[in-house]
C-alpha cells in the first residue's frame, strides 16, 4: 500500500528582526494586532523592571540602618516571627517616632539674681579620702564663687561646705570610677541648700576617679601557692626508673587534692570587687540636679556682688 505523499515543508526564509511584517504576514496574524500586543508586553516588561531596580535601590545596604541586612529586611517583610533579632538603634527609632509631640508649656523663672538653674556646675575638691570598701559620707568645699544666673550676685561663696555619700558594691570588673552623690551645701551664713547631685571629674564625667586596687594577690594568691604545692608533690622525688606504686599514687592524689583546691579557691577569689580609693583633695564637679532658688532666705544685702 503505497505512503501517504508528506506535507512538504514550507520555509519563509524570513528572519523577524529584518521584516517582521512579513513575518507576521507569512503566519497569517494582523501585523496590527500583533505589533499592538508585542508593545504593551514591552511596557509590562519595562514595568517590571523598574520595579525590581527600585527594590534594589530600598534593599542597597547604603540605605539600609546599620546592622541590618537586605536579608534580615526580606524576611521581616516575609514573616514578623521569621526569629531574626531586631536591631536595637532601628528598634529605638521607631519607638521615639511613634510617639505623639507632647506640648509643653512655657514658665517663667523669678528673679534670675537669686537662682541658680539645673546644669550649671560647681567646681571643688574633697576634704576627705574615700574607700569604696564600706560606704560612708564625704565631705569637701566649693573652690569659686557660684553666681546668681544673672551674673551679679555670689549666691554660693568659695570656700562653702559640701556633703555628699558614697556607697560600696556594686563595682564591676574594669570599672575605675565611683558613684558619688553630693546631697548638701553648707553657707557660712547659716543657709543650706539641698543639691542631691551626682559628682563628676573636672571634665564632666560621671564619678569620681582614683587609685585602684585590684586585689590581684587576694585573687590568685592562694590559688597559685595551691597549684605550685600540688606540681612539688607530684614530681618530688620522680626519676625516670619510678614505676606506678603505691609511693606514686599517693603522691598522685596530693597532687590532685592540691589542684582541686587551687580550683575553688580560684573561683571564690575572682569574685572579689576592686577597691577605688580617691584621695583627699580630689578635685570634683558637680552637676546642679534642680533649679536652686535663694529668694525666701536671701536678700540684697546679705548677697555680695
Not at 40 to 50: G, I, M, N, S
Not at 94 to 115: C, M, N, Q, T, W
Not at 231 to 260: C, E, H, K, M, P
Request: hydrophobic share 35%; charged share 25%; net charge neutral.
Amino acid at each position: 500500500m503505497p505512503r501517504p505523499a508528506a506535507k512538504a515543508m514550507v520555509k519563509t526564509n524570513l528572519r523577524p528582526e529584518e521584516d517582521v511584517t512579513a513575518y507576521l504576514k507569512s503566519k497569517e496574524v494582523n501585523p496590527s494586532d500583533e505589533l499592538a500586543r508585542l508593545k504593551l508586553l514591552a511596557r509590562v516588561q519595562a514595568q517590571k523592571e523598574l520595579l525590581k531596580e527600585e527594590e534594589r535601590m530600598r534593599l542597597s545596604p547604603a540605605l539600609l540602618p546599620i546592622g541590618v541586612s537586605a536579608a534580615h529586611t526580606k524576611a521581616k517583610e516575609g514573616s514578623k516571627g521569621s526569629g531574626y533579632p531586631e536591631n536595637p538603634n532601628t528598634a529605638y527609632l521607631e519607638s521615639v517616632s511613634a510617639k505623639p509631640i507632647e506640648e509643653v508649656g512655657a514658665s517663667r523663672f523669678g528673679d534670675l539674681r537669686y537662682r541658680i538653674r539645673r546644669g550649671k556646675i560647681l567646681r571643688g575638691v574633697t576634704e576627705s579620702a574615700i574607700d569604696s570598701d564600706l560606704p560612708g559620707l564625704i565631705r569637701g568645699h566649693l573652690t569659686e564663687d557660684v553666681y546668681g544666673d544673672a551674673g551679679d550676685l555670689v549666691l554660693l561663696p568659695n570656700g562653702a561646705c559640701l556633703v555628699g555619700e558614697y556607697r560600696s558594691g556594686g563595682i564591676a570588673e574594669g570599672q575605675i570610677s565611683l558613684y558619688v552623690v553630693w546631697t548638701r551645701v553648707q553657707l557660712p551664713n547659716g543657709i543650706v541648700v539641698t543639691l542631691d547631685s551626682a559628682g563628676s571629674d573636672p571634665l564632666g564625667r560621671a564619678g569620681m576617679t582614683g587609685p585602684v586596687d585590684h586585689h590581684y594577690l587576694q585573687r590568685f594568691g592562694s590559688s597559685l601557692l595551691s597549684s605550685f604545692f600540688s606540681v612539688s608533690v607530684a614530681t618530688l622525688g620522680v626519676n625516670g626508673q619510678d614505676r606506678y606504686n603505691s609511693t606514686a599514687a599517693y603522691r598522685t592524689g596530693l597532687a590532685n587534692a592540691f589542684g582541686q583546691t587551687a580550683s575553688q579557691e580560684f573561683q571564690q577569689n575572682a569574685t572579689i570587687q576592686n577597691t577605688i580609693r580617691p584621695p583627699q583633695g580630689t578635685e570634683i564637679s558637680i552637676l546642679v540636679n534642680k533649679d536652686l532658688s535663694f529668694e525666701q532666705v536671701l536678700t540684697t544685702t546679705e548677697a555680695r556682688e
